[in-house]
Structures are given as structure tokens and as C-alpha cells.
């Protein structure tokens, strides 16, 4: 086959003959590095080879042969179309005219000419419909009187019988709809007539999208029919042919099957690893990957280490046949004991340090490290500030060892205490569980986060890193499909890879494995980056248990300052007054006998002090007796020295 335009064997394509093998034979480029325009491949070089394997009919330009104008359809349009043709040609208009007298033809017909026709007045396009509708004398010549229609003009012209060709008349064949006319090969390039559209002859001219699979291309090829391009049909001689289509994981994965699948890497997502596992470094390009299907059961838990300075994160299977003990929990508010609240399951908590209470919330008492305390739900108090705040309703409990006699009356001496949700305390919870649990079983039974200890370590797993740690935290249960895979490096190492973190980019194999033989030994604990397990902790399923609320704000610091410069004066007003230094009496000189005329037996003595203070009266003895020659001592000089 000769190379041909990509529009011109598209519109002669049989849809039945699907799919065809093309080579591109001249290029086309759009600013070279453009290799997308609206979804549609706009680059294609010399030589490559594309699969056809369907047309889609995107839009249909309707022309008009004489004006070339367009109007493009939908191909819903629902008018229908009529053929205009002729079955033979006629050398002048007379031999035209004289073949309709001897059929006995009613007049107007339409014709057209293969060439242009020059007149006097106009100039008439090839293949431009005509309608002769009489023969008559024109300037005394014998003429056809025609119609020509320019648009939406009707244009009267006479053309000498003598006028020559070839000319063809047109007939109308029976009425199609858009696709019909489209699709029978004998209207192709032939010029129609619709009723519902104003011009009186046209030529459809047809627009596809052509779906395409070509050499390593991840996804369908979408290739417009006008790209200016050359191809050739191949089909013939490339059976042989193999179009590579890379694959991602999460198409494998949305598939579902074949398995087994034997496939080859050919790149790996960029960006820091997620798994600290070593078959992570053996995921590079060229490598084989075989796929053995779905993961089950689909959950995995997150996990982190207790006891360690640094922690290290774990993804542990559903699968995990390991052994658990529950370790207490560790609560550092309010908030978190009412998370762990679970309908018929008690919770007791032991402080673990001693908190304050807080006057302005009713029923919030201290807590002394040690108190024992029964949680027992949410509910409100009305603060000082006239809002209403959620607390946590608690049993302060009796101490076991000191009151184990009186197990009946304790019930009635409990005291019930309140903690606001924001409160920040350190609790650890009071349990006697002894029993081993599978994972399963564990998170069925209890709600996460839960403290355990691996006591036995999951048999099919013998690198199982778990029972190494004091203690592990079971964060939560998170549910996401992982695919078992093995490598062709590593035959007998069989592990699991989730699509949506770690989607590989592979080709399937001509050669497929058979089914295994039993169950695979898969890794049911892997170890995750501290990137990746924040990552995986902010993931809406993580997100669904709100934040802890907020304490309640207080006042700024200017309401702070001026509250707390008038709670002081307040408080030293009392002290303040005993701290005044006494008024100084006014200055008298006392004589002797001025005092005995008074008879008084008391005077004030005001002792030399180093600072200035209230006076103490002192009462003296009656039977004491001071001579004249006693040396008083001045108040003035008092005050003075005082001072």
C-alpha cells in the first residue's frame, strides 16, 4: 500500500476490519518538545508503528462547494442527507438538454460542471450545482436559463446552449442519516443535499479520534484523523509484532487477573523509601516481578516500639500469627481516657502524679499520685465564666490494701470527682490480663491504641523483629489492598506491596507461571520510615477522632495586670493601715507639777527604735516612785532620733 494522509484512510477505514497495524511514514512535530495538546498525541516520528483499534466520530464539518463555507455538525444531527448524482456526463448543454426532451423530463433539473464556467457577469466554481429551469432566447441566442445559489443569494444565468462541459446531472437518491451517509463508501466525495441546512449542495467532511496502542506506552493513544501525517497499512506483514504496554501496579490491582502474572519492572516511583525492608533495594529496572495476587485478609495494624529512647514503626499484617499480651495503657488526659472508654468494659486508672483542682470547675478536686479512679463517662459542668465545658465523670476508688475488709461499703463512700477534657495529667490503667491473644482476636476485643507484649513470635515469619521490644503500641487498624509478590533475584522471599504507595511501573511477560503449590510464606511484619508512618497517621481514617479541646482562654494581659494590682490592694489594705506611721501629737511641755495635779499614775514611753512603728502602752506600777531628779527625755528628741 502507498502511503496516504491520515484523513484521507480513515475516511475510506471499514470500522469491521479492526484493528490495523500503521507505519508513519512523514512525521509531524508541534514546537518539537510538545508532546500533548488537549489530550491528543501531537508528536509522532518517522518510522513508528501504531495499532488501531477504534474510530470515534468527534465532529462532522458540513462545506459548501461553491463559498467554502462551513458549519460543523454534531453527529447527533438528526437531518437527513440526499445524494446528488448523475449517471452519465454530457460533452455540451445542448447534448444535455436534448438527452431530457428524448426522456421526456419535466423541467427544472440540476447539473454541474467538472470545470469552471466563464460568463459576462460571473464565474461559475467546478462541480458547483446548477438548476436549469428553461431553454430560451437570450440576445438572440438559444440559452439555458439556470439558478445559480451563492449563500443565500439567487444569482439568474444564461448560458449559450454551445457552452461546453462535461456536465453531469444530478439526481436524488433516497434520504440518509448523518452516520449512514457516512459510512457507505459509494457518498464518499460525492456532494449531498439536507433539507434542514441552507445551502442546496454540500460536502460532508468527516472529523475522528483514533484510539491507537503503540510501543511502550503506558495507556491508549489518542490521535486526531487531520493531523497533517503520511501512514501506511502494515497489518499484513506485522503479525508478528508485539506492542509492549506498560502497566502499572494499580492497573494489575483494579484488573483483577490473571494471576499468577509474570512481569518486568521498568521504573520505579522516585522519592525516599517507605519500607525499611532489604527487598526494597532490590526494586530497580529490569528486574522481574512476579504478582500472586490479593493480600488477605486486606487490614494492617500500625505499630510503635515502647521502651526505646528513639521508636522504631512496624506494619503488621492481619496475617500475623505471633502471640500478644495487653500491657496497661498509658493516659496523659482527660480526653484519652474517655477514648478508651468502651460501653460494658470498666476502666480503672491509677495517677501518677500529683494535679491541682481547679475551683472554677465544680466537683474538680486534687489528685495525689496514686489515687485510684473508675472512668465513667462524659458529661458537662457550667464554669465560672457562665459556659458550659465537657468533663469526664470519675469514682474516686478506696486504696486495696487499706481497705480490702470493706469491699461492700465502698460503693457507697466513692467520691465522684469531674476532669475537664483538656485536663493534662499522667494515668496508667489497672488491669490483671493474662491471657494470649492473636492479632485478630485482639482487635476485635479491644479498642486501639492498646499496649501489648509479643510473647510468641509468628512462626512463618523467622526474622519476626517483635517479641525483640519491651513493649509495643498497636496504633490503629487501617484498611488498604496489598499485593503478594515474589522477585526472580530472590525466589524464596515472598512479601507484599501496597499499589497506592509504591506503584511500579511494569511489563507483562510472554511466559506465565503456574499456580503454587499451598500457601506462600509472606512477610507479615514490615518495618515503615518515620516519613511514611506520620504520612500514614494523617490519612482520614486517622482523622476521623477529633483533637482533644481546648482549655478555656484567659483574659489578657492587661485584664491579668488590672485584675491582679486590685486582688493586692485589696489584700495589704488591712496590713497598710498598721504599717502608717502614728501622727506626731502636738508639742507640749510637761512639768512635774502639771502631772500631779492630773493624779494620772501612767505615761507613754516611746522607745528609741530603728524603724518607725505602732507604740506600745506600758502601765506602771503605783508603788513605783520617780524622784524630780529623774532625766526626762524630750518627745521631740525622741521623734527626732526616730527619724
Not at 470515534?56 to 437531518?79: A, M, S, Y
Request: with cysteine; glycine share 6%; proline share 9%.
Amino acid at each position: 500500500m502507498e502511503p496516504v494522509p491520515l484523513q484521507d484512510f480513515v475516511c475510506a477505514l471499514d470500522p469491521a476490519s479492526l484493528p490495523r497495524v500503521l507505519r508513519v511514514c512523514s512525521g509531524v512535530y508541534f514546537q518539537g518538545s510538545i508532546y500533548e495538546i488537549s489530550g491528543n498525541e501531537c508528536c509522532l516520528s518517522t518510522g513508528d508503528l501504531m495499532k488501531v483499534t477504534q474510530l470515534r466520530l468527534q465532529k462532522v464539518v458540513c462545506e459548501n462547494p461553491g463559498t467554502g463555507q462551513t458549519i460543523e455538525l454534531d453527529p447527533n444531527f438528526k437531518g437527513h442527507f440526499s445524494p446528488l448524482t448523475g449517471p452519465q456526463s454530457y460533452g455540451t448543454l445542448e447534448e444535455l438538454v436534448s438527452a431530457l426532451i428524448q426522456s421526456s423530463k419535466q423541467l427544472p433539473i440540476w447539473f454541474m460542471s467538472t470545470y469552471r464556467i466563464d460568463t459576462q457577469t460571473r464565474v461559475v466554481p467546478e462541480e458547483q450545482p446548477l438548476m436549469l429551469e428553461a431553454v430560451e432566447m437570450y440576445l438572440g441566442t438559444c440559452s439555458a436559463r439556470c439558478v445559480l445559489s451563492v449563500g443565500t443569494q439567487v444569482v439568474a444565468l444564461h448560458l449559450p446552449l454551445s457552452t461546453k462541459g462535461p456536465f453531469w446531472e444530478l439526481k436524488t437518491g433516497a434520504p440518509r442519516t448523518l452516520l449512514q451517509a457516512l459510512q457507505d463508501p459509494a457518498l464518499k466525495g460525492l456532494l449531498l443535499t439536507c433539507p434542514t441546512l441552507p445551502w442546496r449542495s454540500l460536502i460532508l467532511r468527516p472529523h475522528y479520534e483514533i484510539q491507537a496502542i503503540m510501543h511502550m506506552r503506558r495507556t491508549i493513544v489518542s490521535i486526531p484523523s487531520t493531523l497533517e501525517v503520511d501512514v501506511e497499512d502494515v497489518t499484513a506483514s506485522s503479525k508478528h509484532i508485539h506492542f509492549i504496554q506498560p502497566l502499572l501496579l494499580s492497573e494489575v490491582l483494579a484488573r483483577g487477573g490473571p494471576f499468577p502474572l509474570n512481569t518486568q519492572i521498568l521504573e520505579v516511583p522516585e522519592g525516599p523509601p517507605i519500607f525499611l525492608s532489604p527487598w526494597v533495594g532490590s526494586l530497580r529496572k529490569g528486574q522481574g516481578l512476579c504478582i500472586y495476587g490479593l493480600a488477605s485478609p486486606p487490614w494492617r495494624v500500625l505499630a510503635s516500639t515502647k521502651g526505646r529512647k528513639v521508636p522504631r514503626y512496624f506494619m503488621v499484617s492481619g496475617a500475623y500469627h505471633g502471640k500478644l499480651r495487653r500491657r496497661p495503657r498509658e493516659f496523659s488526659t482527660a480526653y484519652d481516657l474517655l477514648g478508651a472508654l468502651q460501653p460494658g468494659q470498666p476502666l480503672r486508672v491509677v495517677a501518677m502524679k500529683d494535679c491541682e483542682g481547679d475551683e472554677e470547675i465544680p466537683g474538680f478536686t486534687s489528685l495525689a499520685m496514686g489515687d485510684r479512679l473508675e472512668v465513667l463517662g462524659s458529661g458537662q459542668a457550667h464554669g465560672s465564666h457562665g459556659r458550659d465545658m465537657d468533663i469526664l465523670m470519675c469514682h474516686r476508688l478506696s486504696d486495696q490494701a487499706g481497705e480490702a475488709e470493706e469491699c461492700e461499703e465502698e460503693a457507697e463512700d466513692q467520691e465522684q470527682i469531674a476532669l475537664p477534657l483538656y485536663f493534662s495529667g499522667s494515668f496508667v490503667e489497672e488491669m490483671s490480663d493474662a491471657r494470649r491473644y492473636n492479632l485478630a482476636d485482639l482487635t476485635v476485643q479491644f479498642s486501639l491504641p492498646c499496649e501489648v507484649k509479643v510473647v510468641t513470635k509468628d512462626s512463618s515469619h523467622p526474622a519476626d523483629p517483635l517479641p525483640l521490644f519491651p513493649g509495643l503500641r498497636l496504633e490503629e487498624k487501617i484498611m488498604e489492598p496489598f499485593l503478594v509478590v515474589s522477585l526472580d533475584s530472590e525466589p524464596g522471599m515472598y512479601f507484599e506491596i501496597p499499589p497506592r504507595w509504591l506503584d511500579l511501573t511494569v511489563v507483562e511477560e510472554e511466559e506465565q507461571p503456574g499456580q503454587p503449590a499451598g500457601s506462600l510464606p509472606v512477610a507479615t511484619v514490615e518495618e515503615l520510615t518515620d516519613t511514611f508512618y506520620y504520612h500514614l497517621r494523617k490519612l482520614p481514617a486517622s482523622e476521623s477522632q477529633g483533637p482533644p479541646p481546648r482549655p478555656p482562654k484567659r483574659q489578657n494581659l492587661s485584664e491579668q495586670k488590672k485584675q491582679s494590682n486590685l486582688e493586692r490592694s485589696i489584700k495589704s489594705s488591712p496590713v497598710s493601715e498598721l504599717q502608717q506611721p502614728p501622727l506626731l501629737p502636738k508639742l507640749k511641755m510637761m512639768t512635774p507639777a502639771k502631772a500631779t495635779k492630773d493624779g494620772s499614775n501612767t505615761y507613754s514611753m516611746v522607745p528609741s527604735r530603728k524603724s518607725l512603728g505602732p507604740t506600745k502602752c506600758s502601765t506602771l506600777d503605783p508603788g513605783t516612785s520617780y524622784g524630780n531628779e529623774h532625766d526626762y527625755e524630750e518627745v521631740v528628741e525622741c521623734f527626732r532620733k526616730t527619724l
